[in-house]
Nanobody
Framework: QVQLVESGGGLVQPGGSLRLSCAAS????????MGWFRQAPGKEREEREFVAAIRWSTSITRHADSVKGRFTISRDNTKNTMYLQMNSLKPEDTAVYYCAADLNYGDLRVLDEYDYWGQGTQVTVSS
């Protein structure tokens, strides 16, 4: 089992920044990659949008086109923690942000690829 806990969400004005964290515990040695997804208001779980992902051993990253140049995913293996630095935030970035862990090689943009999920943290971008 892998436990994931997100933190760092909140209310921010358009153009502002936030940094989300995702702390992993448990059988973390089995993690192949981790990712961030977001669920906008009124959307179902199956409609969660891929945001970014990072391979745990190589730090190779992938970002969705909608956040490229604004968001950056990173990780600190010594702390078993993943981060999402979000800059130039827009109202359309408002969502619950979830972190997820993947134990096997696959397409990191796909929701069902991931084996464990956190509870989510709310990000609201509004003036």
């Amino acid at each position: 089992q892998v436990q994931l806990v997100e933190s760092g969400g909140g209310l921010v004005q358009p153009g502002g920044s936030l940094r989300l964290s995702c702390a992993a515990s448990g059988r973390t040695f089995g993690i192949y990659a981790m990712g961030w997804f977001r669920q906008a208001p009124g959307k179902e779980r199956e409609e969660r949008e891929f945001v970014a992902a990072i391979r745990w051993s190589t730090s190779i990253t992938r970002h969705a086109d909608s956040v490229k140049g604004r968001f950056t995913i990173s990780r600190d293996n010594t702390k078993n923690t993943m981060y999402l630095q979000m800059n130039s935030l827009k109202p359309e970035d408002t969502a619950v942000y979830y972190c997820a862990a993947d134990l096997n090689y696959g397409d990191l943009r796909v929701l069902d690829e991931y084996d464990y999920w956190g509870q989510g943290t709310q990000v609201t971008v509004s003036s």
